[in-house]
């Protein structure tokens, strides 16, 4: 596609309850990034796929959270019993690093409501 | 070492004035400079970048000025405009890694 899609744009939930958030890069993107943006607060990094290496996994703020990549492609983070802290907006950016294209193609976001 | 500190957190600049942003980084392995753009409901958008082999980048409005020695980087946006009203990130990264975000100013232009 044109751009990076993420779904739900938004997703209110009972606390406890397991979501799943979606995110659809650009074609060809080798790199596949996922960041939590508090309201008015900066970008926290979450995980990060790149190609068929290990993810990084080092920004997971615990072990509820978990990202899959599969075939290279869609992405999907699913956060388990969830917390009201888990409200944020969840951002989603693809790259084509390995073509020496290091800027990333941010989605538009799925904003979290945890009730 | 992987920080990026960014100031200031707030900035209003008067319409047709300079706005100036400033980040300053300690990982001398960084190569690459970005700055990115993020209007309320809106992921970031890539502004402008630089690379630390030139001290300087112009795009329209937009300039990041780059100063390797004291390992800091500034964008400055001339004759701003109510639109640029935003919030602005500075990042830095090298080889494969993963993007090191400032923590973001939010540029407020007043007519």
């Known amino acids: 596609g044109a751009g990076v899609s993420q779904s739900p744009s938004n997703k209110v939930t009972e606390k406890g309850k397991d979501v799943e958030l979606r995110c659809d890069p650009i074609?060809?993107?080798?790199?596949l990034y996922w960041y939590r943006q508090s309201l008015g607060q900066g970008l926290e990094f979450l995980i990060y796929?790149?190609?068929?290496?290990?993810?990084?996994k080092s920004g997971l703020p615990s072990d509820r959270f978990s990202a899959e990549r599969t075939g290279g492609s869609v992405s999907t983070l699913t956060i388990q019993r969830t917390q009201q802290e888990d409200s944020a907006v969840y951002l989603c950016?693809?790259?084509?690093?390995?073509?020496?294209?290091?800027?990333?193609?941010f989605g538009s976001g799925t904003r979290l409501t945890v009730v | 070492q992987q920080q990026v500190k960014q100031s200031p957190q707030s900035l209003i600049v008067q319409k047709g004035g300079i706005s100036i942003i400033n980040c300053a980084y300690e990982?001398?392995?960084?190569?690459?400079f970005p700055w990115y753009q993020q209007f309320p409901g809106k992921g970031p958008a890539l502004l402008i970048a630089?690379?630390?082999?030139?001290s300087e980048k112009k795009e329209g409005r937009f300039t990041i000025s780059f100063n390797k020695s004291a390992k800091q980087f500034s964008l400055h946006i001339m004759d701003s405009q109510p639109g640029d009203s935003a919030t602005y990130f500075c990042?830095?990264?090298?080889?494969?890694?993963?993007?090191?975000f400032g923590t973001g100013t939010r540029l407020t232009i007043i007519p």
């Open positions: 630089i690379r630390p082999d030139v």
């Open positions: 990982n001398t392995a960084f190569d690459y």
């Open positions: 990042a830095a990264t090298f080889g494969n890694e993963k993007l090191t």
């Open positions: 796929f790149q190609g068929n290496s290990a993810p990084d």
């Open positions: 950016a693809s790259s084509r690093w390995d073509r020496g294209d290091y800027g990333y193609t």
């Open positions: 074609s060809g993107h080798t790199a």
